[in-house]
């Protein structure tokens, strides 16, 4: 034990070393207080849109080449690309000339995600150009997920956005998707908070998923779009749908 | 290299400087990684970004990912217990967090900078305990030497960053981020528990022998 004065001298250096510490350690990210993973249902705006009309059709979507929509993300492998996580929000962009990816994908980063991460290399199918796709937008809370992490893949394929949007779970070694529907609760209300027209699972892309997915889509838009404002309690009852989760595997690499 | 030894040889670091440098080696080529990975997503070959070239790259982050999650949650104790060093237990973790703020531009305190500091709290505080274990050879270090002042106030230092920060972190994030944070909350046990026992000894210490007595630190 050193003598009193020199005891002092090392008890100030370690109050200069906290106070350097406290200013060196950042702040937490400035998440919206909505992002808590609950969805105003009763909010749900109707959709109407005459450029994309396969959002009203009452038909399951259950072909990669019916719609812009890409239904699945994809993993490359040895034999080709295999499915691995449903596609389950949607944001039709042919009536916002003046949204892009970019803007959709802001919507995450303005919550604090981080655009560049440790992730997996995911596909979607472009219907267009008869080839998949690399993601071309993404977004994750953290850059690794230590103990898992909300994490979003996007495709802008013919003015229409879809987006993958996922809870991983704590990497176990790797990661696996603890929730869809987290993912897309969040995701609404991201979208929500920031003003824009969600309507919860409101396209049905016949793509239930183990552990918690549906198999619905929810819509998203921006509100600057005409004719979409009026709020249709009717709406709500398209998240009613979706209980049908079938027996798909359990993990899902993400 | 006089310097470098003698920082490598530096208690904060490690008791035995071949660990140390083993652990700053595996830093090195965790970091190298890290940087492979991120140059598969911004690189490109004929127009295609280098990633889609090779599934290796999927691999790489499927590694990388498994490797940077023990680096924050496990290996800055098992250093800490293996070579002391309370400096490099609690940078350990910090490392490919940091690094990965840098390559995204982005520097906030999210879920893995706050593991990060939790667990590098407890490594610093498991290292000042696993110091003194290996220099008297008993688990009752306390009461066969004296404690070392330097190491107990730097380890003092980082664990008020750290639980401050922590602070921080559970009043401001979103529920479901504090969820995925709260089973990492029962490790501030060792760090309270090690530190506060630890001045405890030296109150005791100080009160028994006056403070200008003559140097009992080895």
Sequence with gaps: ?254 | MGLVTDLLEHPLLGTDSRRTRYAIAFLVGLVALVLASHAGTVLTVGGAPLETTSQGFDLLSAVIIVIVVATITVVPIAYAGWNGGPGLAFAIPLVPVTLGEFISRRYVLGLDMMIALTVGAVGAAVALYATDVRATGCFRVWNARSIDENLLVFVTSVSLVASLSAISFVRSVPEHVFELYTPFLVLWLVPTVIVCTYWGVWVRAAVGTGRDHRPLES
């Excluded at chain 1, 080709?80 to 995450?108: H, K, R």
């Excluded at chain 1, 995600?113 to 080839?131: H, V």
């Design chain 1, 1 to 254: 034990m050193t003598g009193r004065r020199p005891f002092l001298g090392k008890l100030a250096t370690a109050g200069v070393v906290t106070a350097a510490g406290l200013v060196i350690v950042p702040s937490p990210p400035e998440s919206p207080a909505t992002v808590s993973g609950t969805t105003d249902e009763s909010a749900d705006s109707a959709i109407e849109s005459e450029n994309t009309p396969w959002l009203e059709a009452d038909q399951p979507i259950t072909d990669e080449d019916a719609t812009p929509i890409a239904r699945y993300q994809f993993q490359a492998t040895k034999t080709g690309f295999e499915p691995t996580a449903p596609i389950n929000v949607v944001v039709p962009l042919a009536d916002a000339p003046d949204v892009d990816l970019e803007t959709v994908i802001g919507v995450f980063e303005d919550a604090g995600w981080t655009r560049e991460f440790e992730e997996y290399t995911r596909y979607a199918w472009d219907r267009s150009t008869e080839r998949y796709v690399l993601q071309e937008a993404t977004a994750a809370e953290t850059y690794y997920g230590t103990s898992g992490r909300l994490h979003v893949r996007c495709w802008e394929f013919e003015n229409v956005v879809s987006i993958q949007a996922h809870e991983d779970d704590a990497a176990r070694p790797f990661h696996v998707i603890d929730s869809y529907d987290r993912g897309r609760r969040v995701a609404e209300a991201l979208f929500r908070a920031n003003g824009w027209g969600v309507s919860r699972a409101a396209i049905d892309l016949d793509n239930a998923e183990h552990p918690d997915h549906d198999g619905y889509a929810s819509v998203v838009w921006p509100t600057s779009r005409e004719g979409d404002r009026e709020l249709d309690a009717d709406a709500a009852d398209t998240s009613e749908t979706g209980s049908d989760i079938d027996d798909g595997p359990e993990v899902n690499p993400t």
